[in-house]
């Protein structure tokens, strides 16, 4: 079965940076877009973006270009999000999700997450 | 950016009632990329509900979606006791963009 297996929780000072890991298996790794989204404490989710694990492309939210990188290492079919210059309004759960596939001849909805990864923010 | 709207922010029912969860597109949503997520406290989204209507493997038929264009609804036709938490739905036609959620609470 598809899984999608996160890092453990991280606790960060103001200004260092966090990377988050997301290992899938049960499925092609390169065939399917991966997402990052974000939830503050009692608060919605919010989408960051994607990275295509073929070719690595990523696409960011403008909300945070110039702090989040994508990458991927398909030898271990692991995806990451490391995110810099954190602030306490970082503090979240960070989830992984597997969208559309590779290529996009149609698009899918999120049918499969990862556990999340909370990301503390403290000084 | 697709903005989109849910209400209410909460709903307050019994076991065994019907809920009507509504969610609003600023924009049209092209092909009905429009799904809905259930989340329990400390749990990841589960897709319920993708393409507007269609229901995802393990959804039970109480779970019902409908809809197009800007206008969307979800409705659980009688409420279980596993039922009460909080729905996002979320568009995947144009990048990607979540409601705010709505809460179903015990009244």
């Known amino acids: 079965q598809v899984q999608l297996v996160q890092s453990g929780a991280e606790v960060k000072k103001p200004g260092a940076s966090v990377k988050v890991s997301c290992e899938t298996s049960g499925y092609t790794f390169t065939g399917y877009h991966i997402h990052w989204v974000r939830q503050a404490p009692g608060q919605g989710l919010e989408w960051m973006g994607w990275?295509?694990?073929?070719?690595?492309?990523?696409k960011y939210t403008e909300k945070f270009q110039g702090r989040v990188t994508m990458t991927r290492d398909t030898s271990s079919s692991t995806a990451y999000m490391e995110l810099t210059r954190l602030t306490s309004d970082d503090t979240a759960v960070f989830f992984c999700?597997?969208?559309?596939?590779?290529?996009?001849?149609?698009?899918?909805?999120?049918?499969?997450w990862g556990q999340g990864t909370l990301v503390t923010v403290s000084s | 950016e697709i903005v989109l709207t849910q209400s209410p922010g909460t709903l307050s029912l019994s076991p065994g009632e019907r809920a009507t969860l509504s969610c609003r597109a600023s924009q049209s949503v092209t092909s009905n990329y429009l799904a809905w997520y259930q989340q329990k406290p400390g749990q990841a989204p589960r897709l319920l509900i993708y393409?507007?209507?269609s229901r995802a493997t393990g959804t039970p038929d109480r779970f019902s979606g409908s809809g197009s264009g800007t206008d969307f609804t979800l409705t659980i036709s009688r409420l279980e006791p596993e039922d009460f938490a909080v729905y996002y739905c979320n568009q995947y036609a144009s990048s990607r963009t979540f409601g705010q959620g709505t809460k179903v609470e015990i009244e």
């Open positions: 990275i295509k694990p073929t070719s690595g492309d990523t």
């Open positions: 393409g507007a209507s």
């Open positions: 999700a597997r969208g559309s596939p590779v290529p996009a001849t149609v698009k899918l909805a999120f049918d499969s």
